[in-house]
């Protein structure tokens, strides 16, 4: 018979871990290790564990709800979570914080919460944004000065790291294509995203800040198309309400005509209280907050999205594709440096969030394949991508996992064939890789299958599983397969022409045109 008190040993230090002030990714670390050791005792003291862990009296209620949606999967602590969330309309900080971390479960987990659970938590958020937002843009005051030519454009963005980074460098790249058609940009670099926890929530996540932007600068010009000096500003807090106020100020001081957003929580809603603003998406969703316009891949928006749009009060919908930016050229890597031969298939997986996208579903498909293709290596890229590797024990032997890199086309450019994991992101990734005439192996689905499209993605995992044994035994079906990588991305990608017509768009809802809701 075991004996229970082991369970219960290691709830009572999952409860002091959960109160320990020590770092994010510390805390996060030691109370992961609890919850592995409490589902790794022998049967049935797992169960005991998880009954505990639920009737166990939490000091904080955060904390509590965060650890047993991980632990359990279950909707109803995800949608307690979501729920809590309508205590924080007055505290607009904590409340971004809750929704940027629900944000990045919902969009790194696939079968849990359920469906119906993730529609539940969306409507709640929702609510809770709208009427936080709602606050915060009554404080900020009445709307600017409006005028009906677009002469000055601020590019609000949520954070300016390096080149390296695609919201950046996509930002960038915006602003050199507003100053080549006679507008003045500044790019505003809000750090909207939580740099800090305050809220007890397990998984947690902070975003990187660039402790060296404050206030104005000019970021000298790289090359390509960014060539000229690019005026930045970066708010001197990281307070909502503050930054709202500093934000409105320079946007009425400096008389900007509009705004184009990649997504910044409430300061968003602020400026487009102020003037006409049109929202980037990087995907399908539709923003919780305001804008005028939405530009959104249309493969990723469909019906139920478009009329949520007309309901959040967007007068123009503009089905697109992913706004695309290529980073800069880099010298090939040395094959040699990477424990590659030269006659080796090289199989590339690139993302941030590599342990999680890579599920066992993966895993199960790549290790045959591989074990079966001893020429082959499978090449795994980003952060945390070193722990992913992990995820591959019986082809070790076969994998790298090479942490961040911040060279991606220089890996692309000894790689043979990228391959997708079944999340929804990952679409810029792909975008570079095809630019450069990498084959690519993906579902129809999220970005990557919007990139990629019907005739270059498969339909189900069997299908995937055959493309990519095609490619890997078949060069002349990888070079079949690059040419139509390439000419995917110049048919379907024209940086100039998506210039045109956001600046068109914010022309019409200058000069309000726009009388009734309208999908383009």
């Known amino acids: 018979m075991e004996d229970p008190a082991q369970a219960d040993a290691l709830v009572r230090l999952l409860i002091d871990t959960s109160a320990t002030e020590s770092s994010l990714a510390k805390r996060d670390a030691l109370i992961t290790e609890i919850l592995h050791r409490g589902m790794a005792l022998p049967p049935p003291l797992p169960a005991h564990f998880v009954r505990a862990c639920m009737s166990a009296p939490w000091p904080d209620q955060w904390a509590r709800d965060s650890i047993l949606a991980a632990l359990t999967g279950d909707d109803r602590w995800f949608v307690d979570l979501a729920n809590q969330s309508l205590r924080l309309v007055e505290q607009p900080d904590l409340l971004r914080e809750l929704m940027f971390t629900m944000s990045r479960w919902l969009f790194l987990q696939r079968e849990t919460p359920s469906a119906a659970a993730r529609a539940d938590i969306d409507r709640t958020l929702r609510r809770s944004y709208r009427a936080a937002a709602d606050r915060v843009v009554a404080l900020a005051g009445p709307p600017a000065p409006r005028r009906r030519e677009i002469k000055r454009v601020a590019i609000l963005t949520p954070q300016i790291l390096d080149t390296t980074h695609a919201p950046t460098r ?28 305050a809220l007890r929530l397990f998984q947690a996540n902070v975003a990187t800040v660039n402790e060296d932007l404050r206030g104005d600068q000019q970021l000298d010009g790289l090359g390509s198309r960014w060539t000229q000096p690019i005026a930045i500003y970066t708010p001197a807090t990281r307070s909502t309400e503050a930054a709202s106020a500093e934000l409105v100020a320079l ?12 997504d910044a929580p409430f300061l968003q809603d ?3 209280a102020q003037l006409p603003l049109l929202w980037i998406a990087t995907g399908g969703a539709v923003p919780r907050g305001r804008a005028d316009a939405i530009w959104a891949a249309s493969e990723l928006l469909n019906e139920e999205a478009i009329q949520l749009a007309k309901s959040s009060g967007i007068r123009i919908v503009l089905r ?3 706004l695309f930016t290529l980073p800069e050229p880099a010298q090939p890597m040395a094959r040699s440096s990477i424990g ?9 997986i690139a993302g941030n969030r590599l342990p999680s996208e890579i599920d066992s579903s993966l895993v199960a498909i790549l290790t045959p394949i591989l074990l079966s293709h001893p020429g082959t290596v499978l090449v795994l890229a980003g952060h945390g991508s070193e722990h992913a590797a992990g995820l591959f024990p019986d082809v ?14 220089g890996l692309l450019a000894i ?28 579902l129809a689905s999220g970005d990557v299958g919007a990139v990629a499209g019907t005739a270059l993605s498969s339909a189900s995992t069997d299908a995937f599983a055959e493309k990519l044994v095609l490619l890997i035994e078949n060069r002349a079906a990888r070079e079949a397969e690059s040419k139509r990588s390439r000419a995917r991305i110049e048919e379907r990608f024209n940086f100039d022409k998506q210039v045109d017509e956001i600046v068109a768009t914010l022309g019409r809802l200058a000069r309000d045109e726009v009388q009734a809701f309208e999908v383009l």
Request: aromatic share 4%.
């Open 170 to 197: 996509d930002a960038l790249w915006l602003a050199a294509g507003l100053t080549e058609r006679g507008i003045e940009p500044l790019v505003i670099n809000s750090n909207c995203w939580p740099s800090d926890s």
């Open 251 to 262: 946007l009425r001081d400096r008389k900007f005509d509009a705004v184009i957003s990649h």
């Open 396 to 409: 070790q032997q076969q994998v790298r996992g090479l942490g961040h890199c911040a060279e991606l086309r």
């Open 415 to 442: 790689s043979d064939v990228m391959v997708n994991p079944f999340r929804i992101g990952g679409g810029t990734s792909a975008q570079t890789a095809m630019a450069d005439g990498l084959p690519i192996v993906t």
């Open 270 to 272: 602020v400026a487009a």
């Open 340 to 348: 590659v031969a030269d006659d080796d298939v090289v199989l590339v």
């Open 320 to 322: 697109r594709e992913l």
